[in-house]
T-cell receptor, first 117, second 115 residues
Framework: DARVTQTPRHKVTEMGQEVTMRCQPI?????VFWYRQTMMQGLELLAY????????DSGMPKDRFSAEMPDATLATLKIQPSEPRDSAVYFC???????????????FGDGTRLSIL | AQKVTQAQTEISVVEKEDVTLDCVYE???????LFWYKQPPSGELVFLIR??????QNEISGRYSWNFQKSTSSFNFTITASQVVDSAVYFC????????????FGKGTRLHILP
C-alpha cells in the first residue's frame, strides 16, 4: 500500500534550535497538508500545498515556521527558533486533486513527535 | 464558518456493547465532504470513511456504520458489538470544495472499550 512517509518519527531538541520535519507524499498526490496535534488544540491545519504551490498557511506562526515543497516528492516544515510551546505531533497528509473524480481521501503519515526542552 | 462538534469527549462501554459517536457539523456550502478517522494509542491517523454531501445513504462496513442526516447536520458513527481493539480516539472532520478541501477536525471522542 502507498503511504505518506514522515521523518523523523521523534525529535527532542533544546529551545532555540532549528527543527526540520520532512514528508514524502504518496506518488501522484498533488495536495499536501501539514497539521499539528496538541492536547489543548486538537488537530490544527498549519499549511497546505497544491501542485507544490502554497495555498494557505494562515494557520502557521509566520515568524518562526516555514513550509516548502522543493519538489513533488518532498515537503518540509521548519521551525526556527523552536520554543517549548511547539512541542506537539506534526502530521503530514496527501491527497489527489479533490475535484478529479477520485474518491480517495487524504492519507496521513505517522507523524513526527516533537519535544522542545 | 466551518465547524465540527463532537460533544462526547470520552465514552466507556463494556465489550460487545454497541456505541454511537456523535458528530454535528456547520457549513454554508452545498458541496462538502465528511470524514471519520481513528487514532489508536500508537498515534497514527487511520481513515475510516469519506462521504460527500450529495450522498445521504447510510453505510455499513462490518461492525461499523455511519448515519448521515443533512436535516440535522449530523454524521454519527456506530460500532456494533464493540471490541477492546476499538479503543481509540475517533475524529469527525469536514472539508468544503470551495475551501480547497482542507479538512477541519472535531476535537475527537476518546473511546474506551472495557473487557
Amino acid at each position: 500500500d502507498a503511504r505518506v512517509t514522515q521523518t523523523p518519527r521523534h525529535k527532542v531538541t533544546e529551545m532555540g534550535q532549528e527543527v526540520t520535519m520532512r514528508c514524502q507524499p504518496i506518488l501522484g498526490h498533488n495536495t499536501v497538508f501539514w497539521y499539528r496535534q496538541t492536547m489543548m488544540q486538537g488537530l490544527e491545519l498549519l499549511a497546505y500545498f497544491r501542485n507544490r504551490a502554497p495555498l494557505d498557511d494562515s494557520g502557521m506562526p509566520k515568524d518562526r515556521f516555514s513550509a516548502e515543497m522543493p519538489d513533488a516528492t518532498l515537503a518540509t516544515l521548519k521551525i526556527q527558533p523552536s520554543e517549548p510551546r511547539d512541542s506537539a505531533v506534526y502530521f503530514c497528509a496527501s491527497g489527489p486533486t479533490p475535484r478529479g473524480g477520485s474518491n480517495q481521501p487524504q492519507h496521513f503519515g505517522d507523524g513526527t513527535r516533537l519535544s522542545i526542552l | 464558518a466551518q465547524k465540527v462538534t463532537q460533544a462526547q469527549t470520552e465514552i466507556s462501554v463494556v465489550e460487545k456493547e454497541d456505541v454511537t459517536l456523535d458528530c454535528v457539523y456547520e457549513t454554508r456550502d452545498t458541496t462538502y465532504y465528511l470524514f471519520w478517522y481513528k487514532q489508536p494509542p500508537s498515534g497514527e491517523l487511520v481513515f475510516l470513511i469519506r462521504r460527500n454531501s450529495f450522498d445521504e445513504q447510510n453505510e455499513i462496513s462490518g461492525r461499523y456504520s455511519w448515519n448521515f442526516q443533512k436535516s440535522t447536520s449530523s454524521f454519527n458513527f456506530t460500532i456494533t458489538a464493540s471490541q477492546v481493539v476499538d479503543s481509540a480516539v475517533y475524529f469527525c472532520a469536514l472539508s468544503e470544495v470551495e475551501r480547497d478541501d482542507k479538512i477541519i477536525f472535531g476535537k475527537g471522542t476518546r473511546l474506551h472499550i472495557l473487557p
